[in-house]
């Protein structure tokens, strides 16, 4: 089945501990991005990839950091997470299409409460 | 800067009462818009890409048109099971960071028998 798998679902930890939110696709898509979702402020872009070793930040980078060295794998790291990241994290893979990018396909989502 | 508003916010319809959500968007030339519906607890699905004004595309109840300036979500004798958040997003045309997408807040729809 096609999908894109983030780990772990939910977490709660406390503020300055480092975490990493895994984000795997099955769909040898080129496009990975990362997406917060607040209430009243709807999904906000905080890095996105074209393809292995390429990553470029989206509008909201700030306190995060991302690598991409297998085209299936996009993870998130928080090095010194702080409460103002409390938020609904989703990843998203997409083909491309020349310079287009299909069709974005998201994970379930990672609940992250940061205390 | 890149921006985009999404109205209304909440949309509460009777079943079979057919409404139009809005989606206005300001870029530097439009690469795609697209349509996303999300339920809740779960990340958004894919319903809709548009790529020039005039442009329509259509799925079962919905129709979503664009323009230069802003897109139409048509939900056509909606059923219960429509109740959803609709989201809208822009891809923009810049030729260094076409890989950035802008999300509006989002449009929640309720739909009653």
């Known amino acids: 089945e096609a999908q894109v798998t983030q780990n772990p679902r939910y977490l709660i930890t406390v503020t300055g501990k480092k975490l990493t939110v895994t984000c795997s696709q099955n769909?040898?898509?080129?496009?990975m991005s990362w997406y917060r979702q607040d209430p009243g402020l709807g999904l906000r872009q905080i890095y996105y990839s074209m393809n292995v070793e390429v990553t470029d930040k989206g509008d909201v980078p700030e306190g995060y950091k991302v690598s991409r060295k297998e085209k299936r794998n996009f993870p998130l790291i928080l090095e010194s997470p702080s409460p103002n990241q409390t938020s609904l994290y989703f990843c998203?893979?997409?083909?491309?299409?020349?310079?287009?990018?299909?069709?974005?396909?998201f994970g379930p989502g990672t609940r992250l409460t940061v205390l | 800067e890149d921006q985009v508003t999404q109205s209304p916010e909440a949309l509460r319809l009777q079943e079979g009462e057919s409404s139009s959500l809005n989606c206005s968007y300001t870029v530097s030339g439009l690469r795609g818009l697209f349509w996303y519906r999300q339920d809740p607890g779960k990340g958004p699905e894919f319903l809709f890409t548009?790529?020039?004004a005039g442009e329509e595309k259509e799925k079962e109840r919905l129709k979503a048109t664009l323009t230069k300036k802003e897109s139409f979500l048509h939900i056509t004798a909606p059923k219960p099971e429509d109740s959803a958040t609709y989201l809208c997003a822009v891809q923009a045309k810049t030729t260094d960071s076409w890989g950035k997408f802008q999300f509006g807040a989002g449009t929640q729809v309720v739909v009653t028998p």
């Open positions: 769909m040898n898509h080129e496009y």
């Open positions: 548009l790529y020039s």
């Open positions: 998203a893979s997409s083909k491309i299409l020349g310079t287009y990018t299909d069709t974005q396909y």
